[in-house]
């Protein structure tokens, strides 16, 4: 699973941050004007975690993780377990 530069972690305010310039699921920021709808960053980061958390749990013999952002990347290793070969590590 690839987490892209949408998702991203502020060290200063210790949250996780989102990247509108890096979201294009048109859909997800669709503003509904009949509604009187419209969608802040905030609104669409709780998605964008719910859309991640989900998917994260989705693995039946483990997920491989690739996080775009350096500083949420950091933010998420020890969360994780390391390995020096991913290739002959058993999935739990």
């Not at 990347?73 to 020096?84: A, F, G, I, V």
Request: no cysteine; proline share 7%; aromatic share 10%.
């Amino acid at each position: 699973m690839i987490i892209g530069p949408d998702l991203g972690f502020d060290p200063e305010a210790g949250r996780f941050s989102f990247n509108r310039g890096s979201y294009f699921d048109k859909k997800g920021m669709e503003n509904n004007v009949a509604l009187g709808i419209t969608y802040t960053d905030d609104d669409l980061l709780v998605f964008i975690k719910n859309i991640y958390g989900v998917l994260l749990t989705r693995g039946m013999l483990g997920t491989f993780v690739y996080v775009a952002d350096p500083v949420l990347r950091e933010h998420l290793r020890p969360s994780s377990p390391q390995t020096t070969d991913p290739l002959m590590t058993e999935a739990h």
